[in-house]
């Protein structure tokens, strides 16, 4: 079997594929796959043609070879529907070429319809292969297909901790790869295991069905029953206050909401990951406790590596901030303004501190000599602008630092870095 395997490999096809060839040819033409029957040969064929089209690397995920099964009962029914299959049987060239043609029709429309076309993107703009990409959504594609909206989130919060390791490898099925898929999987659990207590899950609606039994009560019964008596509570004699005392104004007044969800719940997990938004008498209970965060940092530094985390809260540890960065929250990093220059405005801006344009000297131009900027339209240069400021036409703007855009008077910072959940202070870490 293996001798008739191999001669029906493709044309030039490396040695080290063959392996995985082999692999779908034996899934495609395993019994009782299909409602009919083809033969290895023809297996072999259908593999070849997903081979011709740049699928080869694909072959070592399930998910792929039950996206080909798909694409081969697709068009099986839709030749049959057409009373197309006595003129082209299941190994005909063009049922072949259907196959093959509707599996990549699958994986596309899988990339565009979960991932989004930004993301795709942005993976190519980092040196990410587009194949790199498809066999990391084979592999997570039952949770986008559970709930998308999640799994998206969970791809978009470990995509800048794990490009670098994937675009250096170059293996479709590295270990950097895989622990990205882990990533994103893991992470997509914590998101659908934190407790949402603004929601509830409704009880689906009652219906009765069938004939329930009634019992008819036999014989007499009576039962006394006392008559009503109307209650004669005595008088209250209470004098009316003098002044009235008007309630007093808290911190605990601005934030109700999540007050009252912490007290009605006692959920200690949300009140010590939303530390930085409570009032500050309750900061102040919980920093007199003096949680201890050790063991929480030396999970951290587990997992990203000695003396790069760091305490961001009394009840909170997470990765230290690339330098030139500062921290966003919990989890997020945004780069650092020049503070000689500008200032830090919404954290997402650098706002200019001094002038935003300057005129630059204007001579004419049979008078101007090395550098100058001429103009020979109008017959006059310009002069150099002044360091941190570029010419534009016959004004000098000033630039904005490297990572960031310039928009109006400000410097618009790019995308953050996501560093992912924080490591909390828990029951045990005293």
Known sequence: ???????????????????????????????????????????????????????IEFYKSDEFKKLVSEAVTYTYDNFKLNNLLSANPVSSTNFVKHVADNTKLRVDQMMTEYLKQYNIDQAQRDGISYNKLVYVMLNVLDIFKEDAKTARTAYEDYYSLNKDQVVNTDAINSAAIIRWIESIRTRYAQLRAAPTPDTEKLLEPFEETGNIPVEEPTGNYFENVDLPSTPTPPELNEDEPKEVELPKVNEDMLIPDLIIEIQRTYNVYRMLLAFNHLTTSLKDDIISCKLNLEPALQRCEAAHGKNNCEAISPTLVNQKCPTGYIRQGCCKCVMECDPTEFYTQDRAFCTMKSELHAVPSIIAASSASGSNKVNSAIGIATGECKKGFALNKFICYKTCPLGTRQIGGSCLKHKPIVQGSPFMWTAGDE
């Open 1 to 55: 079997m293996m001798r008739n395997l191999q001669a029906l490999y493709p044309v030039g096809m490396p040695s080290q594929y063959q392996a995985d060839f082999n692999g779908m040819v034996s899934y495609l033409s395993e019994a009782g796959r299909f409602n009919f029957i083809i033969s290895g040969r023809t297996a072999s064929a259908y593999a070849t043609a997903l081979y011709d089209k740049g699928f």
